[in-house]
Nanobody, 115 residues
Framework: QVQLVESGGGLVQPGGSLRLSCATS????????MAWHRQAPGKERELVAK???????NYTDSVKGRFTIPRDNGKNSVYLQMNSLKPDDTAVYYC?????????WGQGTLVTVSS
């Protein structure tokens, strides 16, 4: 069973930066896209950023210009670089990789933006 392991969450002050990482326990073949979602307290999970196998990216409006989603194909890893963080970015962030056969999810990492 392939596992996704997120890391890099924590407490950061408003305006600060964090870089989340998502590593896979085994190589995943046939990746369609890699993505980050988040779920804030009392809210539904939302897609934050996505990168397709072809390298096309898209971001939810609230993070455009502040977040990027780089990846390392050789390591089957994806990252979420978060800059200019705001208290509204506080959430549990989940890594998601969709392959041609299965939809993989990590267990989440908590990001708290607070002074």
């Amino acid at each position: 069973q392939v596992q996704l392991v997120e890391s890099g969450g924590g407490l950061v002050q408003p305006g600060g930066s964090l870089r989340l990482s998502c590593a896979t326990s085994e190589t995943i073949f046939g990746i369609v896209f890699m993505a980050w979602h988040r779920q804030a307290p009392g809210k539904e999970r939302e897609l934050v950023a996505k990168i397709t196998s072809g390298g096309r990216t898209n971001y939810t409006d609230s993070v455009k210009g502040r977040f990027t989603i780089p990846r390392d194909n050789g390591k089957n890893s994806v990252y979420l670089q978060m800059n200019s963080l705001k208290p509204d970015d506080t959430a549990v962030y989940y890594c998601n990789i969709l392959s041609s056969w299965l939809d993989y999810w990590g267990q989440g990492t908590l990001v708290t933006v607070s002074s």
